[in-house]
């Protein structure tokens, strides 16, 4: 993490395209051989950041109380992850705004987003599996490694579904100048994305078809 603190620094002060990888390495306190050991590029330096977000909002889902139900949980999580003061700060939400308008302008930065988004919704589809499961899916001992191999499909489309909410919401945000808390921060836009999905078949046995 401590290389991607450097990298974000330095894209932040510096822009993308005045930073080398070098630069990210000097600042880091490493050798170049070694950032070139974890990131085949500049771009990709910046991941475990991305990354990091968007696994504490997936998280939250998984620790949300049990006895809230699907959208419930999902709007803790953003209540508890989105929020300037619980666990970033609004200063680190404007280095977040700085990062999504270089990822406008850099195809290489642009697929970082888009593989830790894919790789969050992977996440949140098997936290969703879990909350969702029934006595019954748990009588016996599942036989491979994880609990959810095949989870339903309708799981991995609400997975989609939800992460696209707060996805936009944080793109839309960062793409405007309003302060990350209030009514246009991304935890507000991102409450408002998910209310507008009211009626949506969010559990499996929900679904059409079930």
Known sequence: MEIARAAAGLFVRRGLRATRAEDIAQAAGIAPRTFYRYFATKEEAVAPIYAAGARRWAEAVRSAPAALSVPEALEHAVHHTLTPGEGVSAASWEWVRTLMHLADTSPALRRVWAEVCRSSEDLLTSILAERTATPADNVAPHPHPHPHPHPHPHL?????????????????????????????????????NLGALRGFPWGAGEAAGA
């Open 156 to 192: 991995r489309f609400t997975s989609a579904v939800a992460s696209a909410a707060v996805r936009v919401a944080v793109e839309s945000w960062a793409a405007g100048t309003s302060p990350a808390s209030g009514a246009q921060g991304p935890a507000a836009l991102a409450l408002r």
